[in-house]
Structure formats: structure tokens, C-alpha cells
């Protein structure tokens, strides 16, 4: 990706540059996560066994471990570090819950980790045409970031995103190897895992919904373990959760704090037919907050609920 100044309607390309060491681009991260990738940090360099995890990350909305690599070269297997990993974290749970609370200072219980959720994310200024391949597949739990630096004092970060239907678990030999026994506890879940659970004249009222998504720039479906979430970039703008007859959309609001100030990115909905509700919540961790809550079903209008969307998405952009 080019960057090009604007001076007196002319373009000026903004100068790509190398970052020096790995741990330059793992210092940047993990100073930025909850705003890179809307994750707590937890540790750097954690060792369990004979690896040593570059960053540990707790991802408090689908309450799951990630684990972020970082990379300057080339020579290295995506597919083989990326399972090896995994099948570590799968093997030893209890390590990677203590060091949350010897680290965090904070109570995590097995039982309210799913690891089935646990992800791995790969980050490097490049990745070659092999590396990005071999992660061609539908269900991979790994997910590869580019990331640039430019003379400006800026930086770009992309994901290569596989557009494959294809299973991992259906390469032959995967039968006992380690991608078959992490398949078995970690999954990558798929929109129609969630639309499968509604009727069919829902689902075509939920196409019409989402075909309006494409008004939205720079927005990704993408389904979780209870829901499916409309994200712009680390950020949801909302999420959906499938009954049999209903969706029931779901937009954070943000907190009102105990001095009368409003968390950041604060939403008041805009909704003159009264449709939406406010649900308060707390996380585990003590946060309590509010969203509103919208049911959609088959013969919901639309183009209504793009306009009460849109203004969760222009809260986040703006």
C-alpha cells in the first residue's frame, strides 16, 4: 500500500521504511493493543515449556487467549509455529490462567475461558506467497497482519484474509497430527453456523439487511462463537444473535462514570419509533455498562435499521 501527501492538489509518496528489529514492531504493538486489535495486554516474552511466546493477550469480549508473533524474515512455517503454539496453549490452560492473574492482578476461572475461541496472530512487514497459502483455508485460527512504517511518523496495518471454502481438516495425513487434536477443541466459526438456527423468510430479510453493509466502508462481518459482529476494524459496531423467528441486534452505548463523564466513543441513539431498549451489563471483570437492544424479524423495514446502524458506525468512525 502507497501513502501520498497532498500539497496544492498534488501527490507526494510518503516514503516506506524498515523497521529495525522485531522487538521494535513488538514494543509498538503491545503499547497499542486495546487499540490495534481491542485487546488487554498480559505479558511479553511468556515461556511455558520449551516456547517462549513473543506477546500474551486477553481478548475480554469472547473471553479467549491471543497470542501475537512477531517477524522480520521469512523463513519460518506459518502453519507448523502457528499449531505448535496452540496445541501448548491447549496442553497447559492452567499456565496461561495464572500468568492472567499473576499479571493482570485480576480472578480468571477456567470455566469462564473458551479456548475454543483461542487465536493466534502472526505480524510482519511482509509475508510470501507461501506463508499467506498455507493459512488459505476457511477454519485456520491464525490470523496474518502486515504491517508498514512510513517517513511521516505513520503506520498502515492489513490483514491478508483467506477467501477459501476449504477445511484444513480435510488435508490427507491430518488424521493424528497436531492440526487434527487443536481442530477438535479450537473453532473457527462461519456466518451460516448462526443463520442455520432461523427460518428461512428471516434469513431473507437478514440478506437484505447485510447487502445494505456495503454502505458502510471499511466493515467486516464476522461470526463468533453466540453472535455474528458487523466490526470496523477493532472496533464492533454491532452484533446480531440468531433466534428461530428474530435477530436481536445489539449496540454498545458506553458508561456514564460515578464524576458524570462519559466513557469514550459514548452513543445516544437516534430512534424515533422507539424500537431499541437499554439493557445494562456487567463483564466479569466489574465494568458495567449499557447497550441497546433492537429486535429485527421478517418483516422488519430495512432501511430503518441501516439508519439506527449508520449511527453506531459514524460514533465510531467520527
Known amino acids: 500500500m502507497d501513502l501520498y501527501n ?6 507526494e509518496e510518503i516514503n516506506k521504511e524498515s523497521f529495525n528489529l522485531e522487538k521494535d514492531i513488538q514494543s509498538l504493538v503491545e503499547n497499542n493493543l486495546e487499540t490495534l486489535f481491542n485487546l488487554e495486554f498480559i505479558s511479553t516474552e511468556f515461556t511455558v515449556g520449551d516456547f517462549r511466546i ?35 496453549m491447549l496442553n497447559n490452560k492452567s499456565d496461561f490462567i495464572l500468568e492472567y492473574i499473576e499479571k493482570t492482578g485480576k ?18 512487514p511482509s509475508f510470501n ?15 496474518l497482519w502486515e504491517i508498514k512504517k512510513f517517513s511521516n511518523n505513520s503506520i498502515s496495518l492489513n ?25 477438535k477443541e ?7 453456523d448462526h443463520t442455520s438456527k432461523s427460518n428461512i423468510s428471516l434469513i ?65 441513539i437516534d430512534d424515533p419509533k422507539k424500537i431499541s431498549l437499554e439493557v445494562s451489563w456487567t463483564w466479569k471483570t466489574g465494568t458495567q455498562g449499557t447497550e441497546y437492544k433492537i429486535q429485527f424479524n421478517k418483516n422488519s423495514d430495512v432501511e430503518y435499521y441501516m439508519f439506527l446502524i449508520k449511527q453506531k458506525y459514524k460514533n465510531i468512525v467520527n
Not at 497532498?6 to 501527490?11: D, P, S, T, V
Not at 479450537?186 to 451460516?192: I, M, P, R
Open 6 to 11: 497532498i500539497k496544492k492538489n498534488k501527490l
Open 107 to 124: 480472578s480468571l476461572k477456567k470455566s469462564e475461558v473458551d479456548f475454543s475461541q483461542s487465536r493466534i496472530i502472526f505480524i510482519s
Open 129 to 143: 506467497s507461501y506463508q499467506k497459502n498455507s493459512v488459505n483455508f476457511k477454519d485456520v485460527p491464525f490470523e
Open 204 to 268: 431473507d430479510n437478514w440478506e437484505l439487511l447485510k447487502d445494505k453493509f456495503s454502505e458502510l466502508d471499511g466493515v467486516e462481518i464476522v461470526p463468533k462463537r453466540n453472535y455474528i459482529t458487523l466490526m470496523y476494524g477493532s472496533k464492533t459496531v454491532s452484533y446480531f444473535t440468531f433466534r428461530k423467528d428474530k435477530i436481536q441486534i445489539g449496540m454498545v452505548r458506553g458508561n456514564i462514570n460515578t464524576d458524570g463523564s462519559k466513557s469514550k466513543n459514548y452513543f445516544t
Open 54 to 88: 513473543d506477546t500474551l493477550s486477553y481478548d475480554n469480549e469472547n473471553n479467549n487467549f491471543v497470542i501475537i508473533e512477531y517477524k522480520k524474515g521469512s523463513s519460518y512455517s506459518v502453519i507448523d509455529q502457528g499449531y505448535s503454539y496452540m496445541s501448548v
Open 186 to 192: 479450537v473453532k473457527v466459526f462461519e456466518e451460516k
Open 159 to 183: 490483514q491478508h484474509l483467506s477467501s477459501s471454502k476449504e477445511s484444513i481438516q480435510k488435508i490427507e495425513g491430518n488424521k493424528n497430527s497436531v492440526i487434527k487434536k487443536v481442530g
